[in-house]
């Protein structure tokens, strides 16, 4: 009558069992399973008391026993268990027999010697920590005994006759007899003959290793042929098969031996295995060192241990352990391994974290290996989370960070929102085109406001980049004038053919004198193309709207622009080489005839004047662009006669708020700066300036947050201009050529209040009369 109220215990078992996949592991079904509350996946040993003898149910009783008590790192871990009437139930990690593991992976190619030194690494002293700490002998050391986990890592099982050296109330019956095919791995003594009680657990142990590099021993005698065994591991091999009990090693000798100089379990793999077992208990100096030896090697380790042992180990590292910097290389040709939603669940959340960090090597590393993970960002996270703090770059005091930032805006533009790209992004392009006094940012930021055109919005585009690229073509930089041309021809299907003729050819003829030969080059096939747009317009009106079409173009989306994200890719990866190597203050000297600039593979110059030659230029033109070497790594020389990027502007104004305004009044902070010659007041910026290699980013200097930077005037930045820059340069329009244009203006105001005031200071100190001797000048 009770049986019938009494519940049934299996179903209030919190594991359920899949029936797929199920093995017969010795006495024992191994099935997989999950836990039914989270769907976290296990693995469960069942033992059917009804289908089994009384001796095997013994075994099965004495397993379940020693599996709960029994607890290390390279033993089988006991999650949860379940005994009844008819069955038992042990729940461990998931895991997969030895065999199988082995089997999938020789039709990859075979187990590396590495995995395999770890593996049995792991089994030994397990073996050992049975022997010389629990005094237990296993009796049962087997392939069939050895699990693998996730990741890669061996585990002992087959705990069924585990014995005390001291002997046990009861007598559990020997391998053998429950499986008579086991006898060929029993030693060749009698038991209790000579020897050490462990001495048969060493003899198995030997039998593993046989059968982990030649498969299934066939007989004892086999493992005479030494097989595929390394000659590293031979030696200590024989020693574990030796027919003699009392010369074969304990297993903790064994291991040290293994480990000796030139062993088979000395190498990079075992030692960063054991480093990350005690990670814990390590000085942070030698985790430092760690993870930057651990990049290096990560490519010969297996990819299931850097899925599941490693990257847990680096997240906690920087989580918890204030790694740094160092962890991103390594984490990054982790996630190479993951899937696109582990990706996004175990990486992204750390990498937007990081963009927070105020550590400028972190900073710089984030932004040169941005195109590992740019695809796994979304727009939400990129525009709320990420643009805030990467745009601090530009401002930053470092030349290789704002270099970095400028070239980061490749892979970003696709994913910002109205307000990131065509009002903030524009306002720091502009702010550096036009006071950087690094030519090659100037340059690259050119050449980057080319490459981002089409995600712009019609009505940016029309303000910003003809006044953007004749501001480049002032520039004394010579690569910056060249970028200035290219962009031009690059982005010429958003021109009108009135804007075409009236400012952009302007401009262009004016560089067809440039002392620089390459830009004179640039300049004239540019404006080949140009008159070859209007000679086709002339000839057939009809073909304006075709030509003009682009004009208004609304902006393209990131997936639209196949060919200029192959060349994002290719440009970002150019890393610190293709930075700032700019000469030192004072050695600047006029451009050669000759000088080395970004020479873009340009097409032949059509001679025709169909719309289809147009199209030909424009191609050839755009494919200039989507070179490697469209970044400058030129020197920065000033170019005589060309005017300072400071004295331009954008066409528009924009205010300190970062809007758009008709026009404003410069401030007297450009007092000084103005009257100078134009080449001198370049050459002032870059004094105290250095090279991108001078900068210590990735030691002590890195560690410097962008508050210290801002803060910091003797590296040439002003912390209280930084706020009011819109203010300090007057950016008059360039299409202004009747009368004098607004620098003039305010130049000539500037000088007639100086006179104004020395007058007043004159006719004072004449109404004063004479110092008297004794007396203090009071002005």
């Not at 999650?79 to 199988?100: H, N």
Request: charged fraction near 25%; include cysteine.
């Amino acid at each position: 009558m009770w049986s019938f109220f009494a519940r049934d215990p299996i179903k209030d078992f919190n594991y359920e069992l899949l029936p797929e996949n199920q093995e017969k592991s010795g006495i024992w079904t191994l099935s997989r399973g999950k836990r039914k509350t989270t769907g976290e996946p296990v693995s469960v040993f069942v033992y059917e008391i009804s289908q089994g003898t009384e001796e095997q149910t013994q075994l099965a009783k004495a397993a379940f026993k020693r599996t709960k008590t029994l607890r290390h790192p390279n033993i089988l871990s006991y999650v949860d268990g379940l005994e009844t009437e008819k069955s038992l139930y042990i729940v461990t990690e998931p895991v997969t027999p030895l065999a199988a593991h082995l089997k999938l992976q020789a039709e990859k190619g075979g187990a590396s010697d590495l995995e395999v030194s770890w593996g049995l690494h792991q089994i030994v002293k397990a073996l050992s920590f049975l022997v010389n700490d629990c005094h237990l002998n296993h009796n049962n050391m087997g392939m069939w005994a050895v699990f693998v986990d996730r990741a890669g890592e061996w585990k002992l099982g087959g705990l069924d006759h585990v014995t005390s050296e001291q002997g046990d109330s009861i007598s559990l019956p020997p391998p053998k007899v429950i499986n008579p095919d086991l006898e060929r791995y029993d030693p060749p003594e009698s038991p209790g003959n000579g020897g050490e009680k462990w001495t048969g657990d060493v003899w198995r142990l030997g039998c593993l290793i046989w059968e982990v590099f030649n498969g299934s021993l066939p007989r004892a005698s086999s493992l005479r042929s030494l097989g595929k065994i390394p000659k590293q591991l031979v030696p200590h091999y024989c020693e574990l098969v030796g027919a003699n009990p009392k010369i074969r090693p304990n297993p903790a000798r064994f291991l040290l031996n293994c480990r000796s100089p030139g062993g088979f379990m000395n190498n990079s793999f075992v030692e960063s295995c054991l480093f990350l077992e005690e990670i814990q208990i390590k000085e942070p100096a030698e985790k430092q060192q760690f993870f930057q030896d651990l990049s290096e090697n990560l490519d010969s380790f297996p990819e299931d241990f850097c899925k599941h042992k490693v990257l847990p180990q680096l997240l906690t590292a920087f989580e918890f352990g204030n790694a740094g910097a160092v962890v991103l290389t390594p984490l990054f040709k982790v996630g190479k391994y993951l899937s696109a939603e582990e990706y996004q669940q175990k990486i992204i959340p750390v990498i937007v974290k990081m963009f927070s960090s105020t550590d400028r090597a972190m900073r710089i590393r984030l932004l040169q290996q941005m195109e590992q993970f740019i695809q796994y960002l979304n727009e939400a996270a990129v525009n709320s989370q990420i643009f805030p703090h990467v745009v601090h770059g530009f401002t930053d005091t470092n030349p290789a960070i704002r270099e970095q930032t400028v070239k980061s805006m490749l892979l970003l533009a696709p994913k910002l929102n109205e307000t990131n790209l065509n009002q903030e992004l524009m306002r720091h392009f502009a702010r550096l085109q036009a006071r950087d006094d690094q030519g090659p940012i100037r340059c690259n930021t050119t050449v980057c406001l080319g490459k981002i055109a089409p995600y712009l919005n019609a009505g940016m585009r029309q303000r910003v980049l003809i006044s953007a690229f004749s501001r480049a073509a002032k520039d004394p930089f010579p690569a910056s004038r060249a970028a200035g041309v290219l962009g031009f021809a690059a982005t010429h299907q958003y021109y009108s053919v009135a804007e075409s003729a009236s400012r952009i050819l302007p401009t262009l003829c004016t560089l067809t004198v440039d002392p620089d030969k390459n830009v004179r080059d640039q300049a004239f096939k540019a404006i080949k193309s140009f008159l070859s747009k209007l000679e086709t317009v002339s000839e057939d009106p009809s073909k304006l709207a075709e030509i003009e079409k682009d004009v208004t173009a609304l902006a393209q989306t990131g997936g639209s622009a196949a060919t200029w994200a192959g060349w994002a890719v290719t440009g970002v990866s150019s890393l610190t080489s293709k930075l700032i190597r700019n000469a030192p203050a004072g050695s600047e000297a006029p451009p050669a005839e000759n000088s080395p600039t970004p020479q873009p593979a340009a097409g032949p110059v059509p001679t025709n004047t169909s719309s289809e030659a147009v199209k030909k230029q424009s191609s050839d033109w755009s494919s200039g662009w989507d070179a490697d070497d469209s970044w400058s790594n030129e020197k920065d020389v000033d170019g005589q006669g060309q005017s300072s990027p400071a004295d331009e502007g954008w066409g528009n104004d924009w205010d300190e708020d970062g809007n758009l305004s008709e026009s404003f009044t410069p401030t007297s902070q450009n007092k000084a700066s103005t009257g100078a010659p134009k080449s001198a007041r370049l050459s002032s910026a870059q004094e105290g300036v250095g090279l991108a290699s001078d900068y210590n980013w990735d030691g002590a200097e890195g560690k410097s947050t962008t508050s210290d930077l801002l803060s910091s005037k003797s590296d040439g930045w002003d912390a209280d201009s930084a706020g009011d820059w819109g203010t300090e340069e007057n950016w008059e329009s360039l299409d202004g050529d009747q009368g004098l244009s607004k620098v003039e203006l305010a130049k000539k105001k500037r000088e007639e209040r100086r006179k104004e005031l020395e007058a007043k200071r004159a006719e004072r100190k004449a109404a004063k009369g004479p110092l008297k001797l004794g007396a203090r000048k009071l002005d």
